[in-house]
């Protein structure tokens, strides 16, 4: 199982942009999906998560301006993030609990993606 995350980059504050996650590999069930983020010196953080049920949640200083979505049957998933700041600037890693079968299930992380956000 892997999980690839795609669409980092550099853009200046109040621009967005959009992060995609894919989980491939052998997959019985994807339960819950999230985004995390490691600033500069910082310890990583949930950012956003979104569970099989699809309840999103997101942490204080991005409420009302990022989205978490999931496409279930691709098992993917995206945040849209608007009205960056520079304090969005950070490595965010996607996230997600992963059942390979019915018994088993595991944490997997993909690699980080960076998103930079000048003033």
């Known amino acids: 199982v892997q999980l690839q995350a795609s669409g980092g980059g550099l853009v200046p504050a109040g621009g967005s942009l959009r992060l995609s996650c894919v989980a491939s590999g052998t997959i019985f069930r994807v339960d819950s999906m999230g985004w995390y983020r490691q600033a500069s010196g910082n310890e990583r953080e949930l950012v956003a998560a979104i569970t099989n049920g699809g309840t999103a949640t997101y942490v204080d200083s991005v409420k009302g301006r990022f989205t978490i979505s999931r496409d279930y049957a691709k098992n993917t998933m995206a945040l849209q993030m608007n009205s960056l700041k520079p304090e969005d600037t950070a490595v965010y890693y996607c996230?997600?609990?992963?059942?390979?079968?019915?018994?088993?299930?595991?944490?997997?992380w993909g690699r980080g993606t960076l998103v930079t956000v000048s003033s």
């Open positions: 996230h997600a609990d992963i059942w390979r079968t019915r018994w088993s299930n595991m944490d997997y």
